[in-house]
């Protein structure tokens, strides 16, 4: 059958971008994992370093001014990650996802002052089960979960509002309702988040610099939901010092 010259080169394009793809997409994901792992890990030692430095944690914690900088910092990081990425280096998205574990790692010392040492290793396993199985889940489902999408982050938005509410209110009952529902709304979210990394870098043509700092990115969202899964099963299951 006849084919000519430009309809060959198109084919054989084609064919070199679907490889390059296929190849592509496990070297993202496991950027992605390993990423966020390393994240947590420096957010662990720094947490515990500062929580074992009694002069620096009087520094961080006496001073309210230092908290609510860290906590402005923290907020500037991610939207700045999140907004900009296209413009930002990969070098510099590094070191800024770097930089956010470590102030997070700061901000979290706290804990260790707030619950028994026990408590916090049992649930922060509790949390990597939790996270992994539905991770695990979001990655192999083959139904869409794009529906959960916009019902969990109206449900994490109420969640936000009604904290803030109880700041003033003080109701222990909300506390422990609001702490379930951030669980519930942050199983959903790494479920969600998981497919929908997945998705993308199945889309993704190759593995370079311009989708690693997607794969940061990617990084960064499983975090936070580890993170904060973290923290609310902390607030059911932990035990008070």
Known sequence: ???????????????????????????????????MTLALVITGFTAYAVATNQALTNIIFANPAIVWILFGAELLIVFSLSAAIEKLSLPVSTLMFVLYSVINGIVFSSIFYAYTMSSIATVF????????AMSVFGYFTNTSLTSWGKILIMALIGIIIASVVNLFVKSSGLEVILSYLGVAVFVGLTAYDTQKIKH??????????????????????????????????????????
């Open 1 to 35: 059958m006849y084919m000519d010259y430009q309809e060959l080169n198109y084919q054989t394009n084609e064919s070199e971008r679907q490889l390059w793809a296929v190849s592509a997409f496990p070297a993202l994901m496991r950027k992605v994992y390993v990423w």
């Open 125 to 132: 396993f509790i949390t990597a089960g939790t996270f992994g």
């Open 200 to 241: 993308m870098f199945l889309q993704a043509p190759d593995a370079g610099e311009h989708m690693q700092k997607y794969a940061l990115l990617g990084a960064l969202t499983l975090y936070l939901d580890f993170i904060n899964l973290f923290i609310y099963l902390l607030r059911i299951f932990g035990r008070r010092e």
